[in-house]
C-alpha cells in the first residue's frame, strides 16, 4: 500500500482509466452493467461510529489503515484519507463507486483503500468501521463473492470483528446485522420503462425480498434506466442463500427485458430506429448536456448497439460515458471547479470527442 495516502497524483491516475467493471464483460453483460457484494463489518473493542468520540473515530482509521497495509490485500492498494482531499474529488471517488454518498459527504476521520483496478475497496468509518466491497463486470456473483469471501478471512485475522454467536455480525443499522451482506446488481432497462412494465417487475422483485435502487444506492435516482437490485434483508439468511436468490431473480429481470427491446423491434421497428438514432446523432451534434440528459441519450445508444442497430461504437465506450461525464470527473478533467451550465458545454464537448464526431 502507498504511503503517505494518495492525494492529487492518485487521483489524476484515477482519471486516465477506469474501472475494470465497466468493460462490457461477463455473462448477462447486454443487460447487467456490473456485479457488486458488499459487506458490513464493526471492530468489537470500539463502539458503532455513531457513539464514538473523534479520538475513538481517529484510532478505528488509524488501526484499520495499518492493518490494511499488513494484510497485502492486493499488491496496487492505495488509501486516501478523506479528510485530507477536497469535496471534488470525494465526489469523485463516489461517481467510481470506490465509496458511497454518504461516506463522500460524512466528516471526521475516514479513508478508503482500493486496487488499481478498482474491483476492490474498503471503505473505513462510514456508517460501520468497514465497508469492504468487491465489484465485477456483468453477472458475476459468484465470483465477486470468492473474493469479497477471502478479503473478509484475512481481514478478520488481524481485526477482531463485533460477532454474535445469534445475531451474527453487529452492525451501526438493525437492517445489515446477520450476514452484514449486500449484494447488487446494476441493470440497464430501457424497454421495460419504454414498455411500462417496469413497475410491475419491481413490484414482483419486492415481494421476493429484493429492493431496487437508483445508481448510487438508497435514495438515489435511476439515471440512464440503470437500476441496483440487491437483498432486503441479512439476517436469517445464510450469504450462499442471498446469492440463489438473487441467482434466481436476476436472470428473469433480463429475459424480460430482452423480450420487451424484441417486442419493440417487431411491433414498431421505425420508431425504434428513429429513437435511438436520434439520440446518437444529439450525442454528436449537442453543445450543452446536463448530466440526465447525457444519461438518457446514452442509455437509448447503449440499447441500440446491444440490438445490433449502431455498430460503430462499443458498450464498453458507453459504459465508460455513464461514468466519465458525471459532474466530478468533468471536473477533474478541466482541473478545476465549475457551475452546472460549464460543465453542461464540456459534457457536450467530450462526448462529442470519444465519438468522434464533427466539432
Same mark, same amino acid.
Given at each position: 500500500?502507498?504511503?503517505?495516502?494518495?492525494?492529487?497524483?492518485?487521483?489524476?491516475?484515477?482519471?486516465?482509466?477506469? !474501472?475494470? &467493471?465497466?468493460?462490457?464483460?461477463?455473462?448477462?453483460?447486454?443487460?447487467?452493467?456490473?456485479?457488486?457484494?458488499?459487506?458490513?463489518?464493526?471492530?468489537?473493542?470500539?463502539?458503532?461510529?455513531?457513539?464514538?468520540?473523534?479520538?475513538?473515530?481517529?484510532?478505528?482509521?488509524? /488501526?484499520?489503515?495499518?492493518?490494511?497495509?499488513?494484510?497485502?490485500?492486493?499488491?496496487? /492498494?492505495?488509501?486516501?484519507?478523506?479528510?485530507?482531499?477536497?469535496?471534488?474529488?470525494?465526489?469523485?471517488?463516489?461517481?467510481? @463507486?470506490?465509496?458511497?454518498?454518504?461516506? +463522500?459527504?460524512?466528516?471526521?476521520?475516514?479513508?478508503?483503500?482500493?486496487?488499481?483496478?478498482?474491483?476492490?475497496?474498503?471503505?473505513?468509518?462510514?456508517?460501520?468501521?468497514? @465497508?469492504?466491497?468487491?465489484?465485477?463486470?456483468?453477472?458475476?456473483?459468484?465470483? +465477486? &463473492?470468492?473474493?469479497?469471501?477471502?478479503?473478509?478471512?484475512?481481514?478478520?485475522?488481524?481485526?477482531?470483528?463485533?460477532?454474535?454467536? @445469534?445475531? !451474527?455480525?453487529?452492525?451501526?443499522?438493525?437492517?445489515?446485522?446477520?450476514?452484514?451482506?449486500?449484494?447488487?446488481?446494476?441493470?440497464?432497462?430501457?424497454?421495460?420503462?419504454?414498455?411500462?412494465?417496469?413497475?410491475?417487475?419491481?413490484?414482483?422483485?419486492?415481494?421476493? !425480498?429484493?429492493?431496487?435502487?437508483?445508481?448510487?444506492?438508497?435514495?438515489?435516482?435511476?439515471?440512464?434506466?440503470?437500476?441496483?437490485?440487491?437483498?432486503?434483508?441479512?439476517?436469517?439468511?445464510?450469504?450462499?442463500?442471498?446469492?440463489?436468490?438473487?441467482?434466481?431473480?436476476?436472470?428473469?429481470?433480463?429475459?424480460?427485458?430482452?423480450?420487451? @427491446?424484441?417486442?419493440?423491434?417487431?411491433?414498431?421497428? $421505425?420508431?425504434?430506429?428513429?429513437?435511438? &438514432?436520434?439520440?446518437?446523432?444529439?450525442?454528436?451534434? +449537442?453543445?450543452?448536456?446536463?448530466?440526465?440528459?447525457?444519461?438518457? /441519450?446514452?442509455?437509448?445508444?447503449?440499447?441500440?448497439?446491444?440490438?445490433?442497430?449502431?455498430?460503430?461504437?462499443?458498450?464498453?465506450?458507453?459504459? $465508460?460515458?455513464?461514468?466519465?461525464?458525471?459532474?466530478?470527473?468533468?471536473?477533474?478533467?478541466?482541473?478545476?471547479?465549475? $457551475?452546472?451550465?460549464?460543465?453542461?458545454?464540456?459534457?457536450?464537448?467530450?462526448?462529442?470527442?470519444?465519438?468522434?464526431?464533427?466539432?
Amino acid at each position: 500500500m502507498n504511503y503517505p495516502p494518495a492525494k492529487i497524483k492518485k487521483m489524476r491516475e484515477l482519471y486516465s482509466k477506469t !474501472g475494470e &467493471w465497466l468493460r462490457g464483460t461477463g455473462p448477462e453483460s447486454d443487460i447487467v452493467i456490473s456485479t457488486r457484494i458488499r459487506l458490513a463489518r464493526n471492530l468489537a473493542n470500539f463502539p458503532f461510529l455513531h457513539r464514538a468520540t473523534e479520538g475513538q473515530r481517529k484510532e478505528v482509521e488509524r /488501526l484499520v489503515r495499518e492493518k490494511l497495509k499488513e494484510a497485502t490485500l492486493t499488491k496496487d /492498494l492505495h488509501y486516501v484519507k478523506l479528510s485530507e482531499v477536497s469535496s471534488v474529488d470525494r465526489l469523485f471517488l463516489m461517481e467510481r @463507486r470506490l465509496i458511497s454518498r454518504e461516506h +463522500a459527504g460524512g466528516d471526521g476521520e475516514r479513508g478508503v483503500a482500493f486496487g488499481k483496478s478498482e474491483t476492490i475497496s474498503v471503505m473505513v468509518n462510514e456508517e460501520d468501521h468497514l @465497508r469492504i466491497q468487491v465489484i465485477r463486470s456483468g453477472f458475476e456473483l459468484r465470483d +465477486a &463473492w470468492k473474493t469479497i469471501d477471502e478479503i473478509d478471512n484475512t481481514l478478520e485475522e488481524k481485526l477482531h470483528y463485533a460477532f454474535s454467536p @445469534r445475531f !451474527g455480525y453487529l452492525t451501526a443499522c438493525p437492517t445489515n446485522v446477520g450476514t452484514g451482506m449486500r449484494a447488487s446488481v446494476m441493470m440497464h432497462l430501457p424497454a421495460l420503462g419504454l414498455a411500462h412494465h417496469i413497475e410491475k417487475v419491481f413490484n414482483a422483485v419486492g415481494k421476493l !425480498g429484493l429492493v431496487v435502487r437508483g445508481i448510487y444506492g438508497e435514495g438515489t435516482q435511476a439515471l440512464g434506466d440503470l437500476f441496483q437490485i440487491s437483498n432486503q434483508f441479512t439476517l436469517g439468511k445464510s450469504e450462499v442463500e442471498i446469492l440463489e436468490i438473487m441467482e434466481g431473480v436476476v436472470p428473469r429481470i433480463a429475459g424480460y427485458e430482452r423480450m420487451a @427491446r424484441k417486442a419493440l423491434i417487431t411491433e414498431n421497428k $421505425e420508431q425504434l430506429e428513429d429513437r435511438v &438514432w436520434r439520440s446518437y446523432g444529439m450525442l454528436k451534434v +449537442a453543445r450543452m448536456l446536463s448530466s440526465e440528459e447525457a444519461m438518457h /441519450l446514452l442509455s437509448q445508444v447503449r440499447m441500440g448497439v446491444n440490438l445490433g442497430l449502431i455498430n460503430d461504437i462499443s458498450v464498453e465506450t458507453l459504459n $465508460e460515458l455513464f461514468i466519465l461525464t458525471l459532474p466530478a470527473h468533468l471536473q477533474k478533467l478541466e482541473g478545476k471547479e465549475m $457551475e452546472a451550465s460549464e460543465r453542461n458545454v464540456i459534457r457536450a464537448s467530450y462526448v462529442r470527442k470519444r465519438l468522434g464526431a464533427f466539432q
